[in-house]
């Protein structure tokens, strides 16, 4: 049976960080089956007891999904000494979640990015073999042409050893498009554009597997995946 500590119990559950659990448990206000708790460090088994706070039961839940829409300016990273990462922009009440980011965008691309603690998720969303689409929003300098969409369909060689997938160019106007790609190799759509002649000047994902970015959060917003948007996101690699 999972077993961990109550600290940690309490600040996966959102009912503050580390630290402001510590100061609930040091006040009393915690109890583990009736009895009052006095130590951060005490084992419980989530599944099994019953822990209120100040008189109200807490749910346990164990994996949160998150959705950022990633600013550009920050990197998809948990720590950085020189730059502001996706966590610092999180919303506080995700903060001690213990989550990591599912894939990478560049400093200056925004959009969609999932955050979670589901490792197994994470992993099959990342694995080549399970071939996600993702899907991204792009402006270009210059002109989009049919020859461009002949040639991310063939798949585009990013260097003298390895070509992309086919991948889908949907031309939407003469700058702009919709790519779809199934990997997620270092600066892909960049070097794809690259290849072609052409320079990104805005890059936005707006979809991963079957998971749609919510458009009404802007640049920085974050909130919890809804159990139908959970469900979505594990229908892309089943
Ligand atoms: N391709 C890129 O070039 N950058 C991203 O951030 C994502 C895909």
């Known amino acids: ?41 005490s084992i419980v088994y989530p599944q099994s007891d019953v822990i209120q706070v100040d008189g109200q039961k807490i749910e346990y839940r164990e ?35 213990d989550l990591f980011p599912v894939g990478r965008l560049d400093i200056d691309t925004e ?12 992993h099959n969303i990342l694995s080549p073999k399970k071939l996600v689409p993702k899907i991204y929003f792009a402006i270009i300098d210059g002109v989009l042409n049919k020859n461009d969409i002949e040639l991310f369909k063939k798949g585009i060689p990013l260097s003298e050893n390895y070509t992309t997938l086919p991948a889908k160019l949907d031309i939407i106007g003469p700058d702009r498009a919709y790519i779809t790609i199934y990997e997620g190799k270092f600066h892909q759509i960049k070097r794809m554009f690259e290849y072609v002649n052409k320079k990104i000047i805005y890059l ?35």
């Open 1 to 41: 049976m999972k077993r961990m500590r109550l600290d940690r119990f309490l600040s996966n559950s959102k009912v503050g960080s580390r630290k402001e659990v510590k100061t609930l448990i040091k006040e009393g206000l915690v109890e583990v089956n009736g009895i009052t708790a006095n130590r951060p460090d």
């Open 63 to 97: 994996f949160h999904y998150i959705m950022l829409n990633k600013p550009a300016g920050v990197i998809t990273a948990t720590k950085d000494k020189h730059h502001n990462t996706v966590m610092d922009v999180l919303d506080d009440k995700f903060k001690s979640l």
């Open 111 to 122: 959009g969609l990015l999932i955050l979670t603690n589901d490792g197994k998720l994470t």
């Open 204 to 238: 936005k994902r707006i979809q991963m597997g079957n998971l749609k970015l919510d458009e009404t959060l802007s640049p920085g917003e974050s909130r919890e995946l809804t159990e139908s948007e959970i469900e979505l996101l594990k229908s892309s690699v089943d």
